[in-house]
Each structure stands twice: as C-alpha cells, then as structure tokens.
C-alpha cells in the first residue's frame, strides 16, 4: 500500500476554501496549526476548495513544517481559469478564477503543476482523480494512466479517486491500478452505502486506502436542525427524523450524536484516514475531542435494533 496513514486523523480544506461563508487568512492557518499541534498529519486538499484559495492556504500553513512529517493529498479534473466566479457558487469571496472539467491526460499534469504552485510544494503525496461522475470512461482512460505514470517517475506516491458515488468507486477499484479512494459522505450513520455496496471489503480485498470524509453529511449529522445540510443541500424530513432519532438513542447511552457519528466511521477495519473538516481552532477541538468521548457498544445495539444501522454493519473499535 502506497498511502502513507501518518495519522488516524486527517484535515479536509473545503472550509478554509470558504465553504458557504469565509474564513480569515488567520484562521485558516491557525486551524493548520492547531491540527497539526493535536498530531493530524493527513491534509486534503482540492483546486475546487475555493477555487484555489484552500491549497494556498494549506501550502502556506504547512511551509514550516518537516516535510516528510506530512501527507499531503490534493486532486485533479477540474482546472482553474480566469473569470467571474458563479455567484451560486458554494465557495465565498473566490479568485477570479473558475474551475472546468478536464480528465485529459495533458488536464491531469497541467493541474497538478498548478496545485504545486499554489501549494509552494515540490511534490505531493497523494492525487485524487475528483469528482469524474459524468466522465468515468476519460477518468479510467486517460486521467489513471497518467498517474500512473507521474506515479512510475517518482512524483507523486498515491493516486486514487475521489467521490460520492459508490459505484464508479467500486469499478474504479476493480479495475484501476490506484491506491487509495476518498469516499465522501457514503459511510455515515445516515448513509452505510460504501459498506452495503461491498465497496469496503472490495478495497480491503485489493489492498486500497480508504479515507473517509463527509463524516457528518455536510452538518446534519452534528447538528439535527431544521435548515441542516445533507450532501450540500437542505435536509429532507426522512433523514432529519432519522437523524433526530439516533440523537435521542445517543442520549439514552450517555452520549452525543457527532462523537457516534465519527466513531462509526474510524472504528471501520478498512477506513484508514477519517478526514474532518474545521474553519477554526475550536471548531477543529470539538472535532478532534469527539474521538475520546465514551461511546457505548450497547448504542450500535441499539441503533440495529431501530433499523437505523445496517445489520451487516461492524461494531467500531476503538
């Protein structure tokens, strides 16, 4: 396995790109500080991520830092070019830059240079093919056999994919030469899909990385409220009572629903980096203080017995 796991945890960036509103240059380094300080030594990035922004950032957080201490992923598939930025855009106060499709393989190397530019970095560890939902055959064709071959001269160390969609993943794992997958928001309390799918045990069976991000759903899942996130957009009623309910048995047993939720996720045998995402300090605390807060076997139990949780579905451990 070519993923280096320095670190059970990992920082995802999409928040210091100024996801729905923005963040401070001094927050968004104080978060890298404060993530590196608590030991997280994964950093995911993407040219998405603020058009740019969240890899500048990043680059200029962890410029100090021991190099080899580090995993840096960022990705391809979409690069930046000069423009007005979509005001419906998730990300606030951009460049003017705006990110387009390209999973050609000249696409592929001209992205990642430019992510080494904004990152101020050498090399990265790791480059996801992202988001290829509607261009899975270019992806397949084109976008892996150059990574591969950035792969074969040294660099880069990992290539994988990064999605939300579990089954371009498991074909993408079947028949690719990759090391690693980000699967996003598809093994949550709310969605086991990564898992029932068999997509897990695929890439436990092929030896591919497994990092997970998208742990509470875009928000509904630390926080149950009407007006919550789900993948990006407004809760339904159906999962916010689903929600609602797994916070009411996390309550019986002594616990609260995001440390169940991100528990769940970095107990799984085939998950090797859980990614989580913070706009500041305190934010990144309540994540990281999350994993050592007790969680009873008797709540996944319990959870099954409501038909909330897949019975397939492990019990975490520690």
Wanted: net charge negative.
């Amino acid at each position: 396995m070519r993923f280096r796991a320095l670190s059970r945890l990992g920082l995802g960036t999409a928040p210091l790109g100024n996801l729905y509103s923005a963040v401070s240059d001094e927050d968004a380094r104080a978060t890298v500080d404060a993530a590196f300080d608590r030991g997280v030594r994964v950093f995911d990035t993407a040219p998405l991520y603020g058009h740019g922004l969240a890899e500048r950032r990043l680059g200029q957080a962890l410029g100090s830092r021991p190099r080899d201490e580090i995993v840096v992923s960022t990705k391809v598939g979409r690069l930046l070019t000069p423009g007005s930025p979509d005001p419906a855009s998730m990300f606030r106060d951009v460049p003017n830059e705006v990110p387009h499709f390209d999973f050609s393989a000249d696409g592929v190397r001209r992205s990642l240079d430019a992510s080494l530019d904004r990152l101020g970095l050498d090399r990265v560890d790791v480059v996801l093919i992202h988001d290829p939902d509607d261009h899975l055959p270019e992806a397949m064709h084109a976008a892996v056999p150059a990574l591969v071959a950035l792969r074969d001269e040294g660099v880069v160390s990992a290539i994988g994919f990064g999605m939300n969609q579990v089954e371009p993943l498991r074909r993408a794992v079947a028949e690719c030469d990759i090391d690693v997958v980000l699967v996003a928001g598809r093994y949550t309390l709310l969605d086991q899909s990564a898992l029932t799918s068999g997509l897990l045990a695929e890439c436990a069976a092929r030896n591919v990385a497994v990092m997970a991000g998208g742990v509470f759903n875009s928000g509904v899942l630390a926080s149950p409220q009407v007006g919550a996130r789900f993948d990006y957009r407004p809760v339904d009623e159906e999962r916010l009572g689903r929600a609602r309910r797994m916070g009411e048995l996390c309550a019986e047993h002594d616990t609260v629903l995001p440390a169940a939720a991100l528990q769940l996720v970095a107990g799984h045998p085939a998950v090797t980096t859980v990614l989580i995402g913070a706009r500041d300090p305190e934010e990144l605390t309540l994540d990281l203080d999350l994993l050592s807060r007790p969680v009873p076997t008797e709540l996944w139990a319990a959870l099954r017995a409501d038909g909330l949780l897949s019975p397939d579905l492990p019990t975490p451990t520690g």
